[in-house]
C-alpha cells in the first residue's frame, strides 16, 4: 500500500483517537489534517487552505444560516410553547395521549420555526414535562416525546442541516426545502400515530386532561386562543418557506424576512424588549461562530485526507461492498447513524458526505433524494446515547425524580420509528422527490 494511503488511514484514525481522548472535534480535525497533510506533504499542500476557506465563507447561501438562528432564539424567546401546549392540552380533550400529540405538534412548529433543537428541547422540558409527570405520564414515555419532537426541526425546513447539505452536496436550498418536507411530516404523523397506539395498548402510560380543567376555559375564548397563537407563528413558516419554495425570494432573502418575522412575533407577544434583543444577537454570533469555526477546520481535515488520496482509497474500499449503489447507500447511512453515537451533525455532515460524494456522483444517485435521507438519519445522532445532545439537553432540566435511565430508555421506541422512516423513504424515493419536481426545481 502506498504511503500516502496509509498516512490517509492513519488520519481517519488519529481522529477517532484524539475524539475519544476528550479533544474538541473542530480542533480534532484540524490536528489530524494538519499532522498528516505535513507528513505527506509538508507545507506545500496548504499553500490551498486560504482559498480554500474564504470560498467556504464567502458562499452567499451560508449567510442564512446565523439569520435562521437569529429567528430561531428569538422566537425561543417569545416563548410560544408556553401558550402552545395550554392550548393543544385543552383542544385534545378526553383524547388519551392528547398531551403526548401536542409535545410532537408543537415540536415540529417549534422546530419549523427555530430549527434550534437545545432551544425547543428545553422549552418543552421546562413547561411539559412536569405537568406530564403531574397527570400521571410515563416518566420513560414523556422524555422520550420530548426528545424526539424537539429534534423534527432538523429535518422540517428550514433547517441549518438541510443548508449545510445544499452547500456540501451543490444543490439549492430551497430544493433541499421541498425534498425535506414530507418526510419531515411523515416523521411528525408516525411519531402521533405512535402515541395514539400507546393510548389504546396502554391507556394508563398517557392519561387524558382531566374533565374539571378542560370545562374552565370556554370553548369560544380556546378557539379564540387558538388563532391568537397558532397563526403568527404558522403564518411566520408559510411566509418564509413558501417564499423560498415558490421561488419569490433566495433562501437569504427568506431568512433575512424570517428574522424581522420574528422580532414581529415577539413583540406581539408583548416580550420584545432591548434585553431580549442582545440576548438573541449574543447567542446568534455564539451559535454562528461555532458552526463556521467547525466549517472552517473540517477543510483542513478534507483537503490532506483528499491530497493523501483517501478519496480514491474509499472510492477503492466501498467498490467491495456488496448490493451495488443500494448497498453503497445502505453503508453510508449506516456509517452516519453509528457516528450519530459519538460525535454532532455537523461533524458527520463535512466528515461522512464529501467522502461518498464522489461515489454517489458516479452511480448516479439522485443527490436531493440521498440529502433527504441523510437528513432523515442525522436527525437520529441527536437521540442516540451515549452522547445525543437532546438526551443531555433534556437532563439538564427535568425534575429530580426523572433518572438518566428513564431518558435513555424513553427515546429507544422513537430511535426506532426514525429508522423506520428512513426505510419507508429510501423504499418510495417519491416522498422526497416529487415536491422539487413538481415546482420544477
Known amino acids: 500500500m502506498p504511503v500516502n494511503e496509509i498516512l490517509a488511514m492513519s488520519c481517519i484514525a488519529s481522529f477517532f483517537v484524539l475524539l475519544l481522548a476528550g479533544v474538541p472535534v473542530a480542533l480534532t480535525l484540524a490536528i489530524s489534517g494538519f499532522f498528516f497533510g505535513w507528513l505527506g506533504f509538508g507545507t506545500t499542500l496548504f499553500n490551498l487552505l486560504p482559498a480554500r476557506i474564504y470560498g467556504v465563507t464567502a458562499n452567499y447561501t451560508l449567510i442564512a444560516i446565523p439569520l435562521f438562528v437569529f429567528m430561531g432564539v428569538m422566537l425561543e424567546k417569545s416563548r410560544l410553547a408556553d401558550e402552545l401546549m395550554d392550548v393543544i392540552g385543552h383542544v385534545s380533550g378526553s383524547l388519551r395521549g392528547g398531551m403526548g400529540l401536542g409535545i410532537v405538534l408543537v415540536g415540529m412548529l417549534m422546530g419549523a420555526t427555530t430549527g434550534i433543537v437545545g432551544a425547543t428541547i428545553v422549552t418543552l422540558g421546562l413547561l411539559t414535562l412536569p405537568t406530564l409527570l403531574r397527570r400521571g405520564y410515563d416518566k420513560s414515555l414523556a422524555c422520550g416525546a420530548i426528545c424526539a419532537s424537539g429534534t423534527l426541526g432538523q ?97 437569504t432573502e427568506a431568512a433575512s424576512m424570517g428574522a424581522l418575522g420574528s422580532i414581529l412575533v415577539a413583540a406581539i407577544a408583548r416580550r420584545f424588549t432591548w434585553k431580549v434583543l442582545v440576548a438573541t444577537v449574543q447567542s446568534t454570533a455564539r451559535i454562528t461562530a461555532m458552526m463556521f469555526f467547525v466549517l472552517i477546520c473540517s477543510q483542513v481535515f478534507a483537503l490532506s485526507f483528499r491530497g493523501l488520496g483517501g478519496e480514491r482509497l474509499v472510492h477503492d474500499a466501498f467498490s467491495l461492498v456488496p448490493g451495488g449503489t443500494n448497498g453503497i447507500i445502505i453503508f453510508m447511512l449506516a456509517i452516519i447513524f453509528v457516528l450519530g453515537f459519538f460525535i454532532e451533525w455537523i461533524e458527520i455532515s463535512y466528515i461522512v458526505v464529501p467522502m461518498f460524494l464522489p461515489l454517489l456522483n458516479n452511480a448516479g444517485v439522485d443527490l436531493v433524494w440521498a440529502a433527504a435521507l441523510i437528513a432523515t438519519v442525522l436527525q437520529t445522532s441527536f437521540l442516540t446515547p451515549p452522547f445525543g445532545w437532546a438526551l443531555f439537553y433534556l437532563r439538564g432540566v427535568a425534575p429530580p425524580e426523572v433518572a438518566t435511565g428513564d431518558i435513555y430508555r424513553g427515546v429507544l421506541p422513537f430511535i426506532a420509528l426514525q429508522i423506520a422512516a428512513v426505510a419507508v423513504v429510501f423504499a418510495f424515493p417519491d416522498l422526497a422527490t416529487w415536491l422539487p419536481r413538481a415546482i420544477g426545481w
Not at 456540501?168 to 433541499?176: A, D, Q, R
Not at 396502554?202 to 392519561?207: A, D, I
Not at 407563528?233 to 413558501?242: E, K, M, R, S, T
Open 155 to 251: 429535518l422540517i425546513p428550514p433547517s441549518t442541516v438541510l443548508i449545510l447539505l445544499a452547500d456540501i452536496l451543490g444543490e439549492s436550498v430551497g430544493t433541499l426545502f421541498a425534498a425535506a418536507l414530507m418526510p419531515g411530516l411523515l416523521l411528525t404523523g408516525v411519531f402521533c400515530i405512535y402515541m395514539i397506539v400507546v393510548g389504546i395498548v396502554s391507556p394508563e402510560k398517557v392519561p387524558a386532561v382531566p374533565i374539571e380543567e378542560r370545562r374552565a376555559m370556554p370553548r369560544g375564548e380556546l378557539w379564540l386562543k387558538v388563532l391568537k397563537v397558532g397563526l403568527p407563528p404558522i403564518g411566520l413558516v408559510l411566509a418564509v418557506l413558501g417564499s423560498i419554495i415558490a421561488g419569490i425570494a433566495a433562501p
